[in-house]
């Protein structure tokens, strides 16, 4: 038990620290009516990291990335905190499709995709749910048919988050129908601009549109654009989701620091009663639970990185992670709304950030499997209790 | 960066784990907590035959000279044996005198548990607030004090050889050595729902108290240490408890059976024991860490300590109710185990200040000037 650093990992936060002071950008508050300047914002952000070689810390050097540990990973994240620097965007492509590539992807879609990921040329997104298949994601119905050497697409998927801006989809279709759920499962790698592909944004009841219902049809996917073998998708996908699952929260810390800080100006600000609202021993409570969930939840961080640092792949501990973050956030949101006080009730206090964060955590629970899904992996494949469906 | 237990610490662990699984098996807790000092003197000189009660103290103040960690990887296995007897008060009261005044001799006879100590630190009416204390140390002719007044909630005072008690004097907060068998010394039990560590009230009616360890500023950080340490202890013991529990009820419900099922199938079942393991990590994380900087960063530790404590205390006490709920009828009964397990909680919840009051100290540490 030794958190203090290698000299080696000193020199990589030395460096970090240097190349931060002459890089990072001025602050900018999210608000949900300027999304676009904020989009903008994020994605000079993440072209600079990557021109900086700070994009991909444990990715490997030939794609892009800087080859370091997970450990590095680790301090990158509590110096992005501690500098108060923007989060990093695309984070399907960086936290699950990646990863993915990483592991089961052929040399030739290591090369033509990593990059690309990293320097945020390319948005992800991730074509799993269907209408009929949520939770129950192996259920689904969208079919590709072998034609030669291309595959041929027919089907619909739902929720599909980024899919408005995305260039290329990780998509997972049905290639034989008449195997058991999960044996007839393939994944494709495709190129959003392909004939056939319709794209119908879903607006969210954060008013913002997030996320979108696909549309396929007879769009033809070339076999070599397959990622894993035939047949043989949910392997592939579960490694997809067990990353989505380890490195969604990796970054989250920062966000989440800054929201605590945010709210903790407005106790300081917003008076009520003839005090501070930072006086009041009820909402001292609620921010400092926030406070200690929140470096909880920092710790649990590195500590799962310092664990994948010796075991090489993230396993169902992830769970737990989502979990918490998810829980976490929608906590931290309704915090903000106590601090507030009546001014909660208004849609554009403070730019709207409140009132967005709240609504807006809503989907925490539900988006990259449920809190139940989180629940019944925990139970299953890490106390090894037995399997409900 | 290493974030787990280093390969000695968990050599360390794992003969802690089986000395307390074949010198206190519940069978032996069970008659240990039906007495008034739950002290098994064979027992208890086997634990500090270890080292364990000072294994985090200099070698000079009788101790290993290994650190916190280790002293948290013993304490949670003490926790998750529910080792009955005097420990806590011991080892709190060694850290003290040996934080106070290096050169006084009970710091050794302490860490290797020649006498066994107390620290009286509350009053009645105190709380865990530093600031309310009253009790009043009036200087005597010979150079001494006088102790009057009264300490409540002294852990293992039933026992105790010794109390390392704190006092208001002139010249401020002073920590002063007073043997329980002192002339105007008074010890009452005061039986706790938790009956493996004992508490008691310590009365002082003009005791003679000439053995002083610190005064001022040096008395009031060997207390801020000390309590940061003993509070440590009590997260590890937290930790152990709930490791023990979990492990029991998920066991249990891999082999009742219900509806022809057993219940481990059921998902309001299984989302219960997952919670439980999510605060049983969680505060494993905030636990280890807390002891880490309390050996790296010392007095800077505090914020670590009380956010370890804060989340740890909330998470023991849902993670027994969950097990005692899953374990359903069985669970609620004296013959089960799992209520030894349940009360320790409660009390180790409460010691040192509960989520709330660690909370508050947080609030004034990052939101106040």
């Known amino acids: 038990m030794d958190l203090s650093l290698t000299d080696g990992e000193k020199k990589f936060r030395d460096e970090l620290r240097a190349w931060l002071k002459n890089n990072l950008p001025p602050k900018m508050v999210k608000a949900a009516d300027n999304a676009a300047a904020h989009y903008e914002y994020l994605t000079a952000w993440q072209r600079k990291l990557y021109e900086g070689g700070w994009a991909g810390i444990s990715w490997p050097k030939e794609y892009g990335g800087r080859g370091a540990s997970p450990i590095e990973q680790a301090i990158f994240q509590e110096e992005m905190a501690l500098a108060d620097a923007p989060e990093r965007m695309g984070t399907i492509g960086q936290g699950l499709v990646g990863p993915t590539i990483i592991a089961v992807g052929s040399e030739a879609q290591k090369k033509r995709y990593l990059a690309r990921i990293l320097s945020g040329e390319d948005i992800w997104c991730q074509g799993f749910s269907e209408p009929n298949a949520g939770s129950d994601v192996a259920s689904l119905e969208s079919k590709a048919v072998l034609d030669g050497d291309h595959f041929v697409i027919n089907g619909q998927k739902i929720w599909t988050s980024y899919a408005h801006i995305a260039q290329h989809c990780l998509l997972i279709v049905r290639t034989d129908p008449a195997a058991p759920k999960h044996k007839g499962l393939t994944c494709l790698l495709v190129d959003m601009k392909t004939p056939g592909i319709t794209v119908r944004p879903l607006k969210m009841m954060s008013g913002d549109s997030g996320f979108n219902e696909m549309f396929f049809t007879n769009v033809r996917v070339p076999l070599k654009d397959m990622i894993g073998k035939v047949n043989e998708g949910w392997s592939v996908a579960i490694t997809a989701l067990a990353n989505e699952r380890a490195n969604l929260g990796t970054g989250l810390y920062v966000v989440f620091k800054r929201n605590l800080d945010a709210m903790v100006e407005q106790a300081r600000k917003i008076k009520r009663g003839g005090r501070a609202v930072i006086e009041d021993p009820v909402v001292r409570q609620r921010l400092a639970q926030a406070y200690v969930e929140l470096e909880v939840f920092r710790l649990n961080t590195t500590r799962s990185l310092s664990m994948l640092n010796k075991t090489g792949a993230p396993g169902p501990e992830g769970s737990i992670q989502k979990l918490y973050w998810s829980e976490l956030n929608q906590r931290m949101a309704q915090i903000a709304m106590e601090v507030l006080g009546p001014y909660a009730q208004l849609a554009d206090y403070d730019g709207g950030r409140w009132a967005y964060a709240y609504l807006r955590s809503r989907g925490n629970t539900i988006e990259a499997g449920t809190s139940e899904i989180q629940r019944n992996i925990i139970a299953q494949r890490v106390l090894g209790l037995p399997r409900s469906y | ?369």
């Open chain 2, 1 to 369: 960066m290493e974030f787990e237990l280093s390969k000695p610490q968990k050599l360390l662990q794992q003969s802690a784990r089986d000395f307390f699984a074949r010198e206190c098996p519940p069978k032996r807790v069970r008659e240990l907590v039906a007495t008034d000092t739950a002290l098994h003197p064979e027992l208890f000189s086997a634990v500090a035959d270890q080292g364990w009660l000072g294994i985090h103290l200099a070698e000079s103040s009788g101790g290993l000279g290994l650190g916190t960690v280790e002293l948290a990887a013993v304490a949670e296995e003490m926790g998750r044996a529910c080792f009955p007897g005097p420990f806590l008060g011991t080892v709190w009261a060694a850290t003290l005198v040996a934080a106070a005044d290096g050169k006084s001799k009970h710091a050794e006879s302490l860490a290797t548990g020649r006498s066994k100590g107390a620290v009286a630190l509350m009053e009645p009416e105190s709380g865990w607030y530093l600031d309310a204390l009253q009790l009043k140390a009036r200087s005597s002719s010979g150079g001494g004090y006088k102790l009057s007044g009264r300490k409540s909630f002294v852990c293992d005072a039933p026992v105790a050889d010794l109390f390392v008690c704190a006092a208001r004097s002139e010249e401020g907060l002073v920590l002063l050595a007073v043997p329980a068998k002192a002339p105007g010394v008074k010890v009452t039990a005061t039986p706790g729902i938790d009956a493996t560590r004992k508490l008691g009230e310590v009365e002082f009616d003009a005791a003679s108290a000439d053995d002083v360890l610190a005064v001022g500023k040096a008395a009031e950080d060997a207390l801020a240490h000390s309590l940061d340490v003993a509070t440590l202890v009590a997260c590890a013991d937290m930790l152990g408890g709930m490791q023990w529990i979990i492990e029991h009820t998920v066991e249990y419900a891999k082999t009742r059976q219900q509806f022809g099922k057993t219940i481990g199938t059921f998902q309001a079942v299984q989302h219960m024991c997952a919670d439980m393991l999510l605060w049983c990590e969680s505060s494993r994380s905030a636990i280890y860490y807390a002891a880490w900087a309390l050996g790296a960063q010392g007095a800077a530790a505090a914020r670590d300590v009380a956010i370890a404590k804060a989340y740890a205390s909330d998470a023991s006490r849902e993670v027994a109710n969950r097990g005692v709920q899953v374990h359903g009828g069985i669970g609620f009964t004296w013959e089960h185990d799992l209520h030894l397990y349940y009360k320790r909680s409660k009390a180790s919840e409460t010691m040192f200040g509960n989520a709330a009051f660690h909370r508050e100290r947080l609030a004034q540490m990052a939101f106040d000037g």
